[in-house]
């Protein structure tokens, strides 16, 4: 089990990831590329990828997967926080870790072979090859799905906003179960490992993944900034974008008309099929269908806690009113 325990300072110092981070997902997809973990939910993204990760050349692909095992520890350095900045920044993080650190932290993984000794002593080459690597699987595994990821991002963070707005951090951290419990002033998880980590008013960083699987994942060195990386809500269907239904240009065309367009509109700021049904002066039945639709073209979002759906744009939805403004 893993214990995160607060003091008052960490609760006031507590947030929430802004967006999804680019280097989690490629660390944690090459973790689940390497299982069988979630099978109803990944076996689709596995197949796709393992055949468009044929055009890589063999030793990257050799090289991200000893870096990043499928199970087990892989080192902090993969995860930096420029990684927050894009892709590039992040990567460039991990390029310019000090030698001593890289070797300490490469000692977590257990018999490492004998052709990465050259990224064991940092040479120059090396890192670029990491680099590249990282790059060329990213656009492999995770770029062309980005969208429907900061989609299921934004949801889960309209779910939390809404808990802030209600009842503070506290209530927050509440929202979290199951895969996260709130029993003040510790944060509890199940866990590979018994550990307790302990804030000492630095607050905690909570970042949403979709790569992340049941449980949520933490970096090892306690002394750097605290993290917690967590499971978003998500379907089988979640890396096409096909949440519940058809999607297109026939999806699109029932989008015309003045109701769906104050539907969405209504959405921008998150709301519940009820709220949006109050904000377009309409039925609830009716309110429900216009989210449909709109969920239908890739517009909005929806995630259910409990008895309450919650409706979020998504970044097609955002650029649709963003585009139409006037």
Avoid at 246 to 272: K, N
Wanted: overall charge positive; some cysteine.
């Amino acid at each position: 089990m893993l214990k995160v325990h607060f003091t008052r300072e960490d609760l006031l110092r507590t947030r929430l990831a802004p967006e999804p981070d680019p280097l989690w997902e490629v660390i944690l997809s090459i973790n689940l590329l390497g299982n069988r973990d979630g099978q109803a939910v990944f076996d689709a993204w596995r197949v796709h990828t393992r055949s468009q990760l044929r055009r890589l050349p063999p030793e990257q692909i050799r090289l991200i997967r000893c870096l990043a095992p499928p199970c087990g520890d892989f080192p902090d350095f993969l995860t930096p926080p420029q990684a927050a900045h894009g892709l590039a920044a992040g990567v460039e993080a991990i390029l310019s870790t000090p030698v001593p650190r890289i070797r300490q932290e490469l000692a977590v993984l257990p018999r490492l072979p004998m052709w990465t000794r050259p990224l064991i002593d940092g040479e120059p080459a090396a890192l670029r090859m990491l680099g590249q690597s990282l790059h060329a699987y990213y656009s492999c595994a995770v770029a062309t799905r980005w969208q429907h990821i900061q989609a299921l991002v934004d949801a889960d963070r309209g779910v939390r906003a809404r808990a802030v707005l209600h009842g503070g951090a506290e209530a927050m951290l509440e929202s979290f179960r199951p895969t996260l419990r709130w029993n003040r002033p510790v944060l509890e998880a199940d866990y590979p490992v018994d550990r307790d980590l302990h804030l000492k008013g630095r607050g905690l960083l909570l970042i949403p993944s979709v790569f992340c699987w049941r449980t949520p994942v933490t970096l090892i060195d306690p002394e750097l900034t605290p993290i917690l990386v967590y499971p978003v809500a998500r379907g089988p269907q979640w890396w096409t974008g096909d949440h519940t239904g058809p999607r297109g240009g026939q999806a699109l065309r029932r989008l015309l008309g003045e109701s769906r367009a104050m539907a969405l509109l209504a959405v921008e700021d998150g709301c519940t099929t009820g709220e949006l049904a109050r904000r377009i002066g309409l039925a609830s039945p009716t309110a429900s269908q216009h989210a449909t639709a709109l969920r239908e073209a890739g517009l909005i979002a929806s995630t259910r806690r409990g008895n309450t759906v919650i409706h979020t744009l998504t970044p097609l939805g955002r650029g649709v009113l963003a585009a139409n403004r006037e």
